[in-house]
């Protein structure tokens, strides 16, 4: 049964294969006091942390489900599995870990890609870090990479700071249920002035059926620095539901600068309902590069607060919505401070059926004069199945600003593929080709390996889902 | 080389080309000219197999065999190649990319590469030109000197070039016919025109008429110097 792609899918998904299941540690199925009080116990915390999960446990149970956005209502939160602990330790080798999750990580190419081009890699398997690795040089300058955890271990006074105070539990449902049962994720701490030259990038994967993946992710850029942050997610396919409840909140001091990219490949019977904000302070720039390719549904809208004068807020996203997908993502961006400046790309393709939102707010404070916004959403319709929507909403209390909106609809014509077939391109290609074409202004901004990888990830769903 | 077998084609149920036929030869350059609206691209259209161009009636035979079915890709790999009158833009898309897909299998990239490199000098196309997302802000002179570019490195066997000589100033004009006429090597020619301008630098072996869907006319060069001179109808009554 190992390796069987479910036949409801289509199209070849290259990481739907699961392995068998020997762990450490499975906390019951379904949410209650005791499951979040076991997560802590075993994590052996401060009881402050103990305290935040449980009153954030309260807040989950009180809050309703969102009553915008995409479906939720077949989400069964009794049915699902919310802490798994693959391994007894962490390693910082990959030889020693388990061999069916070596060999998991050795299929997707992560540690080939280590080798490659990066500064630093953490591989979350199910709810733990498994492995974590960080460029020597690196380390002595004073940058922190590891799982939230050690995190909260080793730098309490840090991630006391800043933990929750970007995203609080209130917040929404889904970072409430994050904040009482949120394992993993990653800590990185750059000390002033240093500039990560390579990525750092963290690799998410779901192996259990029924399952709940609730990673972690503080970043703080001190004054002056800069780090480019990657994460990467895949899940075997299975005909039940997971989940995968994020919560991202990233600090970016005076002067400093952090990008942000995803590249989300979930299998399609995976919730992800993930809520990232940073913010950014005078003359810093924030840049959210956010791929949802994969997924059933995925709600996400990057945020940006920009509290400090001439701070830069960046999202530029994809997303792709085939067969039985809903993408519905976004971004938001406030504006607190003057001459502070956005700018949002966003391109969605919708195909056989798939479903792309883009919704995204803008909101600019009285006094946050001479600020400006660029905002852009084009959306590629392939076929009268399909459908894509956009919700654009814009608070603006002050005058002196600059806001300029910008949004497209356009079907691939049947001209421009007979332009293109007329020429020797068979159509399938000619369609792949306009694709790559309509989201190149956002390729181009991600590392090449990632820019092949995610065009070929939609060339393969599209041939899926045109053949 | 290429048969057309008493076709008749419609676009939307609307009847444009009526009971064609006619047998161009390998080698020929051919001029097809008529007023606006008498079916000129649609017979292009026709020939290169758009889907929305229906066959009603009729067959299409290129080099012995029937290619009445083919989709436009698979007659593009046999050989024929159609110069659009009106270029489509692609956003994200450069001609270098459209090229190396057409080629794949076929050629090598850095093949396809240095093709293009040396053809663009010789069709004084500038280098960010054909970097960029083919046909997007660029002039009509630059769009009909790109199209000539891929029929170039895509060396195919028919060309039909559907109005390349409107939209183009005289400079670009005389660069694109110099090329056509130069880089001929015995392919064979459709020259879909209004004027005789072009047909100054490429010389036609024969010169056919279109009026109203049907073939009204056929002559050599001298026909199309009458055209210029006295107009179709005159022509076409005479």
């Given amino acids: 049964m190992q390796d069987q792609i479910s036949s409801t899918l289509d199209f070849e998904y290259k990481y739907g294969f699961r392995m068998p299941q020997n762990y450490t540690f499975k906390s019951k199925k379904g949410l209650n006091e005791e499951v979040v009080k076991n997560i802590s116990l075993i994590k052996r915390e401060p009881a402050w942390m103990t305290k935040f999960r449980l009153k954030s446990y309260q807040i989950f149970k009180k809050k309703s489900l969102p009553s915008w956005g995409a479906d939720l209502s077949s989400i069964n939160f009794d049915d699902i599995y919310y802490y798994i602990k693959p391994v007894e330790r962490q390693v910082s080798s990959w030889q020693d870990l388990p061999k069916e999750i070596k060999e998991t990580y050795d299929r997707i ?59 609080p539990p209130t917040d929404n449902k889904f970072a409430a249920l994050n904040s009482s ?48 942050y990657i994460e990467g997610c895949t899940a075997p396919i299975y005909t039940t539901n997971s989940l995968h409840a994020a919560v991202v909140e990233i600090f970016v001091h005076k002067n400093a600068r952090v990008r942000y990219t995803t590249v989300q490949n979930w299998s399609n019977n995976v919730y992800n309902l993930v809520t990232k904000r940073a913010r950014a302070d005078e003359n810093s720039v924030m840049e959210w590069i956010d791929c949802n390719i994969g997924s059933k549904v995925t709600m996400k809208y990057p945020s940006v607060y ?44 919708s195909i056989a059926g798939g479903r792309t939102s883009y919704r995204g707010l803008i909101q600019i404070m009285p006094k946050a004069k001479k600020s400006s916004v660029f905002v852009s959403c084009d959306a590629l319709i392939l076929d009268e199945k399909s459908r894509s929507d956009t919700y654009p909403y814009m608070k603006i209390k002050e005058n002196d600003v600059t806001v300029q909106h910008e949004a497209t609809v356009e079907k691939i014509g049947e001209e421009k593929l007979f332009y293109l077939t007329s020429k020797g391109i068979s159509k399938s290609d000619a369609e792949s080709l306009l694709v790559n074409g309509f989201i190149e202004p956002v390729t181009k901004e991600i590392p090449l390996e990632y820019s092949i990888e995610l065009n070929r990830l939609i060339n393969l769903e599209m041939s899926g889902s045109v053949g | 080389m290429l048969q057309l077998k008493t076709i008749s084609v419609s676009i939307n149920k609307k009847l444009i080309l009526k009971n064609l036929s006619y047998h161009f030869k390998k080698g020929k350059v051919y001029a097809i000219m008529g007023p606006n609206g008498s079916g000129k691209s649609t017979l292009a259209y026709a020939i290169a197999g758009h889907p929305n161009y229906k066959l009603e009636v009729g067959s299409l035979k290129f080099e012995g065999s029937d290619v009445t079915n083919l989709s436009p890709d698979k007659r593009a790999k046999r050989g024929i190649f159609l110069s659009f009158q009106t270029p489509h833009s692609l956003a994200g898309v450069n001609v270098f990319q459209l090229l190396r897909i057409a080629l794949l299998g076929k050629e090598d990239p850095l093949t396809v590469k240095q093709k293009i490199e040396k053809i663009a000098k010789k069709l004084e196309i500038k280098k960010d030109l054909i970097e960029r997302s083919l046909n997007v802000g660029t002039s009509g002179g630059e769009k009909k000197k790109l199209e000539l570019l891929q029929a170039a490195v895509l060396d195919p066997k028919l060309l ?74 005159r022509v076409v009554s005479s």
Wanted: aromatic share 12%.
């Fill in chain 1, 109 to 167: 190419g992560v540690p080939e890609a280590e080798k490659k081009f990066l500064a630093g890699v953490s591989a979350q398997y199910e709810s733990e870090v498994v492995y974590e690795s960080i460029n020597r040089e690196l380390k002595k300058m004073g940058v922190i990479f590891c799982d939230m955890d050690t995190g909260l271990k080793l730098y309490p006074q840090i991630v006391n700071k800043y933990f929750a105070s970007l995203i």
């Fill in chain 1, 181 to 228: 049962v949120w394992s993993g994720g990653s800590f990185v701490y750059v000390p002033k002035g240093v500039k990560v030259k390579m990525p750092l990038q963290a690799y998410f994967r779901i192996n259990s059926e029924r399952f709940g993946q609730f990673e972690r992710t503080l970043i703080i850029a001190e004054e002056g620095s800069y780090v480019h």
């Fill in chain 2, 160 to 233: 039909i070039f559907d109005e390349i000589d409107t939209g183009v100033d005289i400079d670009a004009l005389r660069t694109i016919a110099k090329f056509m006429s130069e880089n001929r090597y015995g392919k064979t020619y459709l020259l879909i025109t209004h004027y005789n301008r072009i047909l100054h630098y490429i010389k036609p072996d024969r010169v056919l008429v279109l009026m109203a869907g049907k073939l009204v006319k056929e002559g050599n060069a001298k026909l199309a110097v009458e055209i210029e001179k006295k107009g179709y109808k």
């Fill in chain 1, 306 to 349: 920009l509290y400090g004068e001439r701070a830069r807020g960046e999202v530029l996203s994809i997303a792709y919505a085939g067969h039985g997908q809903h993408q519905d993502a976004g971004a938001k961006m406030l504006h607190f401070a003057p001459n502070t400046s956005s700018r949002i790309i966003s391109k969605s393709i």
